[in-house]
């Protein structure tokens, strides 16, 4: 293929090249009958499907959203509220009073930091060494890295609970993130991504007597800059929405991380009292909505870059 | 949870003794020594963390699976195959393996499906479609359980969104609480509303990615449109198609979150509960880590099978 394939991004601005290519379709065929082109009928049909979409998207969340504004009453009442009347705060100084939310987010805060920071780290160094260093096993060890990927998580948490209680670290920040730092798919991303940098220039670096740790900071880093952005992203929303393995470490807010302590409020409030719960899931997905806003064009590089090279 | 002392069975646990990929000494090419030291330390940290936390456990698991294990005591008695033949008779597998059959089938199936077709949509030159991109797209970074809980309230049965929606067309709603098949339908419904932003990017990516002129050329020679997507565009995607058929069909069956907030495997015991929720009840909240060993064991045994079977498949389809 002469073109190079346009990979992960929702934005026209790259895609000039396939545009481009179905403009010129359009010129060839545009003034025949063209039974099978996009007569009028599609586009109003395209658009229908576009609304339809967006409908079933935002409604919901706009649903969850005017729902923590209601009072509580306003809320068990049939045929429903469309919209908060009166409108309260009562449920978000409910949330944040009552309950430790601001614990959760720190615990949150700190279980992503320090688990995405351990990640990127270890998946950058783990992918230079598998790439642009030589040493017997490389492929071999490369197989060892990314087999994990293939490990569902569930069977692995039974002997790694047993292990964890055993040193004593159930409830404890490093019981949480120390099984979770092991990085194999970032590891596969960042060494394609090494692998794919010209070779002159790694070779001019050498020859210039660039030391291996000099030549990946100096050189090899620089120019691998949005796939190092795009796997950030992607370990930080992952880390922030992980679930299961927090959920069965912590037993209350002096570690539990948001999601954990969602399924905490929504246990003794759920059913009965809406409101806070409702507030609850806005204050915890508004973050990575709010990160996603302005950072998708990379996250979604990110998630198709391994994807649609083979 | 429970049980804060937890204390493992008998055998002590090694597992850091990674070996490291430090080749033969340098003898031949000396001058390859800090080569090799160098990548063992880049390497070792990760791999000492993958092998302690991700393959010791996966053959532990394994031996678990042999012992009466209740994961609070210090004993575990080997019990031979017993755990298997238990789950192998016991009534509650039954539903168990169908859950897990038809949450997969139709996660899988309905959210490739729509993936593809919103992608084609939103390939279309129409106004406005990077915003709606960016919709689809949304959900998926959401956490699974804030949007399990969300969505909980959706269906509430007596004053959710849902059920407003049907009231007002009249139609009397399900209780998606209570009814095991509605409550599957619910869990269902909510994981592809959370996923569907992945099929459909990965789509497009590789929409974009397509070359045209064939297309064209299809055209030309006065190929249908349903010929053409058949024919010409379908082949194109189909490495695309392979790769999402595994990771989908590996992300739905170890869902955990959104069944876990939404009805904790219920209604009536088991009405949505999945193999990996029922690795989850059996090892921490009945305390039979032995049984629930077994269940994660017969689970992995599946997935790798299930992905086998579809790698071969895809080396046919290649070849033909």
Do not use: C
Request: hydrophobic share 50%; charged share 15%.
């Amino acid at each position: 293929m002469s073109t190079p394939a346009i990979v992960g991004t929702l934005d026209d601005e790259t895609t000039t090249t396939p545009r481009s290519r179905r403009r010129r379709r359009d010129d060839a065929h545009g003034a025949e009958a063209g039974t099978h082109h996009r007569g009028p009928v599609w586009t109003v049909l395209g658009y229908a499907g576009m609304v339809l979409v967006v409908l079933l998207v935002a409604v919901p969340l706009f649903w969850i959203l005017i729902t923590s504004f209601k009072e509580r009453g306003d809320i068990y009442v049939r045929p429903a509220q469309w919209w908060p009347e009166p409108a309260t705060g009562e449920n978000y100084h409910e949330l944040t009073t009552r309950i430790p939310f601001f614990d959760y987010v720190r615990n949150s805060v700190i279980i992503t930091s320090a688990t995405s920071v351990a990640k990127i780290v270890l998946g950058v160094l783990s992918a230079y060494a598998l790439s642009l260093l030589r040493f017997p096993g490389r492929g071999v060890v490369f197989l060892v890295v990314i087999a994990a990927l293939m490990v569902p998580n569930q069977i692995t948490v039974i002997s790694n609970y047993a292990l964890v209680a055993q040193l004593g670290w159930r409830n404890t920040f490093q019981g949480i993130i120390i099984p979770l730092a092991g990085v194999a798919f970032g590891t596969f991303l960042m060494r394609n991504q090494f692998l794919n940098l010209p070779g002159e220039i790694i070779e001019a670096a050498r020859l210039d007597g660039a030391g291996p740790m000099k030549l990946l900071w100096r050189v090899v880093l620089p120019m691998s800059w949005p796939t190092l952005v795009a796997f950030a992203l992607i370990t930080v929303v992952n880390e922030w929405n992980e679930y299961l393995w927090p959920f069965l470490m912590s037993d209350d807010e002096t570690t539990a991380p948001l999601p954990v302590g969602l399924t905490f409020l929504q246990n003794n409030d759920g059913v009965t009292n809406w409101g806070p719960v409702m507030a609850g899931t806005v204050l915890a997905m508004l973050p990575i909505l709010v990160l996603f806003l302005f950072l998708q064009r990379q996250m979604i590089k990110g998630l198709t870059a391994g994807a649609v090279k083979s | 949870m429970q049980s804060p002392e937890t204390v493992p069975p008998d055998e002590p646990r090694h597992g850091a003794g990674a070996p490291a990929p430090v080749g033969p000494p340098p003898r031949r090419s000396s001058g390859r020594a800090w080569e090799w030291t160098l990548a063992a330390l880049l390497l070792l940290p990760n791999l000492v963390l993958l092998i302690v936390f991700t393959y010791r456990p996966l053959l532990d698991n394994i031996r678990l699976s042999f012992t009466d294990w209740n994961i609070s005591s210090p004993i575990a008695n080997p019990v031979g195959l017993a755990n298997y033949i238990e789950w192998f008779g016991r009534d509650d597998t039954r539903v168990v393996v169908r859950n897990t059959v038809v949450f997969t089938v139709a996660t899988v199936g309905i959210s490739m499906a729509l993936g593809l077709g919103l992608a084609l949509l939103l390939d279309q030159r129409l106004r406005g479609r990077n915003l709606v991109r960016s919709v689809v797209f949304a959900p998926f970074v959401i956490s699974g359980a804030a949007i399990g809980i969300a969505f909980q309230f959706v269906f509430d049965p007596q004053f959710g969104l849902v059920r407003d929606l049907l009231t007002r067309v009249g139609v009397t709603s399900p209780d998606f609480y209570q009814q095991s098949g509605w409550a599957l339908f619910m869990v269902t419904v909510t994981y592809i509303w959370k996923n569907l932003g992945y099929t459909f990017v990965i789509y497009l990516a590789a929409l974009q990615g397509r070359r045209a002129d064939l297309d064209e050329a299809a055209e030309i020679d006065g190929a249908s449109a349903w010929a053409r997507f058949r024919r010409v565009l379908m082949p194109q995607l189909r490495p695309t198609t392979f790769f999402l058929s595994i990771t989908v069909l590996l992300s739905s069956v170890q869902v955990f979150d959104i069944i876990n907030v939404m009805t904790r495997g219920g209604p009536a015991g088991n009405g949505t509960a999945t193999l990996v929720y029922q690795v989850y009840q059996e090892t921490f909240v009945n305390q039979r880590a032995g049984y629930g060993a077994t269940v994660a064991t017969i689970m992995f045994v599946i997935l790798l099978a299930v992905t086998v079977v579809q790698v071969r498949f895809m080396d046919k389809g290649q070849r033909s």
